[in-house]
DNA sequence: GGAGGTACCTGACAGC
DNA sequence: TGCTGTCAGGTACCTC
């Protein structure tokens, strides 16, 4: 599922597939992937040019000539693949950007979660999801101190927490899992109850498995490939996220897999310390 | 305003 | 073999 070092890599290695294409036609298989109008989106993508993409947080940016932006979110089984205009559709295949040089940009979901929709550049902050978004790991707003603020005022698990994209934007639940494994922090773990230097190590840690995560391409736990079709590599260094039952590497501890919010967590019981 | 629950979706898998 | 139920999970939206 896409996090956020799977959206980046998708950004590097889709941006040079596509800059400086025209779109000729824009196709809407399933016109519901559309959050904005259907038909202006369709409409007013003719004749634009890929200008560039950034991201924000787990969010694709796609900017095009005539400033207007196309603001793109995977959820969990999106993807997107370059091919030739006339390639057979697959089941799954929701939305098409034809190019004028006979290529086309296919969007790719399963289960439909994922969500596009057309805004004029620079008003992408105002667009639902984004508008509440914390700071992401490694940026220079993610300090301690913030991070601090933003935990003392929570009143739930630190799970349930870091979940929270108004507290730190980008973590899913495979990188909570892996970051609280690592600060050996119990997932029920009450978010306003820990020390400095546990919070600190935390926001460390959070920014260090997130640096490691992108150099390493991203997660492939389930369908995740990037624009290139490959998969991440991420997964081979998961110490608990799909580990259930498995000794846990640090103490040999059978790893246990609870719901926290609705959300499968797994985690070590033993040196995963609760903190009330 | 914050927390918790649910809907959206479909494929994979377990159990019968 | 085929049917049914459950699970996976990011976000929007609703209720309390």
């Known amino acids: 599922m896409p996090e956020m070092p799977e959206v980046e890599t998708v950004r590097r290695t889709l941006l040079p597939l596509i800059k400086g294409k025209t779109i000729k036609k824009v196709t809407l298989w399933y016109p519901k992937i559309i959050a904005s109008d259907p038909q202006e989106f369709e409409q007013q993508l003719v004749n634009k040019k890929i ?39 697959d089941k799954h295949d929701h939305v098409q950007f034809v190019f004028t040089d006979g290529s086309a940009l296919r969007y790719n979901d399963v289960r439909k979660f994922g969500r596009m929709q057309l805004v004029k550049t620079g008003t992408e902050k105002e667009v639902t999801g984004i508008s509440k978004l914390g700071p992401e790991p490694n940026s220079p707003d993610f300090t301690v101190a913030a991070f601090t603020r933003g935990l003392a005022r929570k009143k739930k698990s630190i799970k349930n927490t870091l979940l929270d994209q108004s507290v730190v934007a980008g973590l899913g639940n495979i990188y909570v899992d892996e970051v609280l494994w690592e600060t050996k922090i119990h997932p029920l773990s009450m978010a306003n109850a820990f020390p400095k230097t546990k919070i600190k190590q935390l926001h460390d840690n959070i920014n260090s498995l997130i640096e490691l995560a992108i150099e390493e391409r991203g997660t492939t736990v389930h369908t995740y490939l990037d624009a290139n079709g490959k998969t991440g590599g991420f997964q081979e260094m998961l110490k608990v996220y799909g580990h259930k039952g498995e000794p846990c590497v640090r103490c040999d501890t059978p790893l246990e897999k609870i719901k926290v919010s609705g959300r499968g967590t797994t985690f070590c019981s033993h040196c995963q310390v609760i903190y009330k």
């Open 51 to 89: 200008e560039t993409i950034d991201r924000y947080a787990k969010y694709l940016l796609i900017r095009l000539s005539g400033n207007l932006t196309v603001v793109s979110h995977l959820r969990m089984e999106g993807k997107y693949r370059l091919v030739k205009e006339n390639t057979k559709k």
